[in-house]
């Protein structure tokens, strides 16, 4: 797919350790770019690894032809499973997709609320399970696949 992309307000967030910028894609008479072909050119375009780009927001104006959105390049790995929102990582693959439903859990918080003393800390210890510690331990199985490569 053929596209020209062209960047604006490009600034340098030292604290977070990336470049964030403001990016328009001209595509004339073709369909709006998926989003890896947009994160390929801009890693070739700004010398970065593919994986430390983040796209998102490209929203394509009416009648086509051009389409703005965001992008993160982070300096390693790290900084972007540091800085990243959980929700991005997610999409990712990064971190694992939530389990159950949010009918499940609302059925247990209304349980919980009719439910006194010993039986209310049972059928909340039923439900719960420590999510930290899942996207915890993810984080440092995806890094670890990074070190040997």
Same mark, same amino acid.
């Given at each position: ?5 062209? *960047? ?10 990336? %470049? ?30 593919? +994986? ?10 009416? #009648?086509?032809? +051009? *389409? *703005? ?6 300096? *390693? ?22 389990? #159950? ?15 006194? #003393? ?17 996207? %915890? ?13």
């Amino acid at each position: 797919m053929t596209f020209i992309v062209k *960047t604006r307000k490009v600034l340098l967030n030292k604290l977070l350790n990336r %470049r964030q910028l403001s990016v328009e894609l001209l595509h004339p008479n073709k369909p709006t770019p998926s989003q890896e072909s947009v994160v390929k050119e801009l890693a070739s375009k700004y010398k970065a690894d593919e +994986r430390n780009v983040v796209v998102y927001g490209l929203r394509t104006s009416f #009648g086509g032809n +051009r *389409t *703005t959105g965001f992008a993160l390049i982070y300096d *390693t790995q790290q900084y972007l499973l540091k800085f990243e929102p959980k929700f991005r990582l997610r999409r990712r693959g990064i971190i694992p997709k939530r389990d #159950g439903s949010r009918k499940g859990w609302k059925e247990v918080k209304s349980k919980l609320k009719k439910t006194r #003393g010993a039986e209310k800390t049972k059928i909340y210890m039923s439900r719960k399970t420590d999510k930290r510690e899942v996207i %915890r331990a993810q984080k440092e199985t995806y890094l670890k696949g990074f070190v040997g490569k």
